[in-house]
């Protein structure tokens, strides 16, 4: 007799499991009928025991347990992604049906009993092995090229996973290339076209390539035998919404599971990927000493003090007649300049959109904020459908808010409002000025919101033979492969982020420009930088990841602890009061709680971050009391561990 506990096909599979009898012995993701109410519903089975030893616990039930109706032979998910789902679902602290709902592609749970999905989820019996590759990109593409001739040599199937749609195709059009039976899965096709390719590979019985984002990780392929996690230190491995998951630990508990090789790849490998050596990780070529090279990054300094610059670049500073803030320093415009002339393609990268990120009064100090949030205003610049003219308007972030922008403090009244930080509208407004007849274009969420106008973009930017300047976000990367001239405009405001990944963050974009540019890579920075990411200067990588491992042995984060946040937004009048449940419950954990302010005037949000060492919370074991206490949350609370920013 087993005790079966399954989830029930319903509008949605994020409820939480229920619990059946059945005397016949049942494999995780098998579909069965089940008696919920006064009908008959399908459900899968999650999670299996042995109804001897849940003895006990079935006699103090308040409930009866009922048997199951039929069993079919349709197996939907894998058991082995099951256990992972399971074990996921308790170091998250969310439910398994949750878990499942994130991590599997829409096309597959709009149709569960589709008999067509059923094929062997078959385990290899040899012992995996945890490899680590820390290459150039174009030295990895080579390096997966022979390694699928090898596995196809013996009839043996490879999954590369990368973090998004684009990096998918991308990584395709270089694999496809003389080689059989390569197939690409992603949000990027149509559900019927992933169905198509979803049923011809998992029906497949030839060894295959298979190229996806994350969320088909449970796709079956003949002999399937390693798995390769590309790019493993992107930060889009997370999801985007609740429950907040990191892929790349789904992926390594599957591969656990599946008993499969698994690849972890970078040009930098994450801190927590570098400790995987300490568990026996192996290397699978000897680890670049040098991410760049002393030539590869030209630092443009900006300094603010005068102690810190040399006597060459005091004089220049001094023989500038515009000593107004710039976002461009003159050795960059030189630059600009020199490859104007060439007829070259320009980047420049922008951390933030808009005009301006902050707008602050120079009398008293304040910042303009909004009367809804209380959270401060961006300044950027809007077209008038109406009088056909540029508005200048301030925009609240969260909420979305947008009214004119005003010229007198809203605290002193004064009229000495100043613009901080570089936007991409800024960086624009500065290039017209100094180079109008130059096509300039920008690329972030306001300017390009649609696929159709980015793709437009891209295309001049091809075709144009004259030089063609591009200011933009991170969201223009992928979209940009062979770049003449990249140059960043500023990177000191990344490190103000409460985070504990600030430096991979940085890290991972230097690298990621670098790869794309044909000429030595531009910074601007004002010591910040050079100071805070040692790296940029000398390329060394050993130094680098001492440093970050021994920070973060001290405050406990990643990979020697973890950081839980919860969130929860209320309104002002009951801020204390929640205020002190979450300092009582949490009290054994010495949680760190905070008050910000909400995404409307009346409303508050309450931060509590809990740094939890690995004995107290792990994918192994979890504190009962804890994941009682997270469990009961209700919907208004948003739990993350370990998340890419705090908050």
Not at 66 to 73: K, L
Not at 163 to 170: G, P, Q, S, W
Not at 225 to 245: C, G, K, N, R, W
Not at 445 to 456: A, G, I, R
Request: glycine share 2%; aromatic share 8%.
């Amino acid at each position: 007799m087993q005790l079966l506990q399954v989830i029930p096909i319903t509008k949605s599979v994020s409820a939480e499991v229920l619990t059946y009898f059945s005397a016949k012995p049942v494999e995780l993701g098998t579909l069965v009928t089940v008696p919920l109410r006064k009908k008959n519903t399908q459900a899968i089975v999650v999670h299996v025991e042995s109804a001897m030893s849940m003895k006990s616990i079935l006699r103090s039930a308040t409930y009866q347990v009922r048997n199951i109706r039929e069993i079919h032979t349709i197996q939907v998910f894998s058991p082995a992604f099951l256990k992972t789902c399971h074990t996921l679902k308790n170091f998250y602290a969310t439910t398994t049906g949750a878990i499942m709902s994130q991590t599997s592609p829409s096309f597959i749970l709009d149709h569960l009993s589709d008999e067509t999905y059923h094929r062997p989820h078959t385990r290899l019996e040899n012992t995996s092995r945890e490899l680590l590759l820390q290459q150039p990109y174009t030295d990895r593409i080579t390096h997966y090229k022979t390694m699928i001739r090898e596995h196809q040599a013996r009839h043996a199937s490879v999954h590369v996973i990368c973090a998004t749609t684009e990096e998918v195709m991308h990584c395709y059009e270089h694999l496809q290339k003389n080689n059989d039976h390569v197939y690409q899965l992603h949000s990027g096709i149509t559900k019927a076209r992933a169905r198509k390719l979803f049923k011809e590979i998992i029906h497949l019985e030839e060894s295959s390539v298979l190229i996806s984002t994350p969320l088909f990780i449970d796709t079956y392929q003949h002999n399937k035998e390693t798995l390769v996690i590309e790019h493993e230190s992107s930060a889009h491995y997370y999801t985007p919404s609740q429950p907040y998951i990191d892929m790349r630990i789904m992926i390594y508990e599957y591969a656990k599971q599946m008993k499969l090789n698994i690849i972890w790849a970078d040009t930098a490998l994450r801190p927590e990927t570098y400790t995987r050596q300490e568990n026996f990780a192996e290397c699978i070529e000897p680890f670049n000493k040098r991410i760049f090279r002393e030539q590869d990054i030209h630092i443009v300094r900006q300094h603010i003090t005068k102690e810190l610059q040399t006597d060459e670049e005091r004089i220049r500073e001094l023989q500038s007649s515009n000593r107004e803030f710039t976002t461009l320093a003159n050795e960059t415009r030189a630059l600009l300049t020199e490859s104007i002339k060439r007829k070259e393609k320009i980047f420049i990268y922008a951390h933030r959109k808009g005009l301006a990120p902050n707008i602050v009064c120079n009398d008293c100090g304040n910042i303009a904020r909004s009367h809804t949030s209380g959270l401060p205003y961006s300044l950027y610049i809007t077209h008038n459908h109406k009088t056909k003219k540029s508005e200048r308007k301030f925009i609240c972030n969260l909420t979305g808010e947008s009214i004119l922008a005003f010229d007198t403090c809203q605290f002193c009244r004064g009229h000495n409002l100043v613009q901080l930080g570089i936007g991409t509208e800024r960086v624009y407004e500065e290039l017209k000025k100094l180079f109008p007849k130059v096509p300039t274009y920008i690329i972030d969420s306001t300017h390009t919101p649609t696929k159709k106008v980015l793709q437009e973009i891209i295309e001049t930017y091809q075709k144009t033979t004259a030089s063609v300047i591009i200011v933009g976000t991170q969201k223009a990367l992928p979209h940009l492969d062979h770049i003449d001239r990249v140059i960043i405009a500023s990177l000191d405001s990344v490190f103000s982020r409460m985070s504990y990944n600030v430096h991979v963050d940085v890290l991972n974009l230097l690298t990621r420009l670098h790869e794309r540019s044909i000429h030595p890579l531009v910074l601007q920075s004002r010591n910040i930088t050079e100071f805070s990411l040692p790296i940029v200067r000398d390329g060394l990588y050993a130094p680098y990841i001492k440093r970050e491992l021994d920070e973060r042995k001290r405050f406990s984060y990643p990979p020697y602890g973890h950081v839980c946040v919860i969130q929860k937004d209320v309104t002002k009048q009951r801020v204390q009061q929640h205020y002190r449940i979450f300092e009582e419950a949490l009290k054994p954990y010495e949680p760190y709680l905070m008050i910000q302010p909400g995404r409307t005037r009346t409303r508050s949000r309450i931060v509590i971050i809990l740094q939890l060492d690995t004995n107290t919370w792990s994918m192994k074991q979890q504190d009962a009391k804890l994941a009682i206490f997270l469990g009961s949350l209700d919907r208004d609370c948003t739990v993350q561990f370990d998340p890419y920013h705090l908050f």
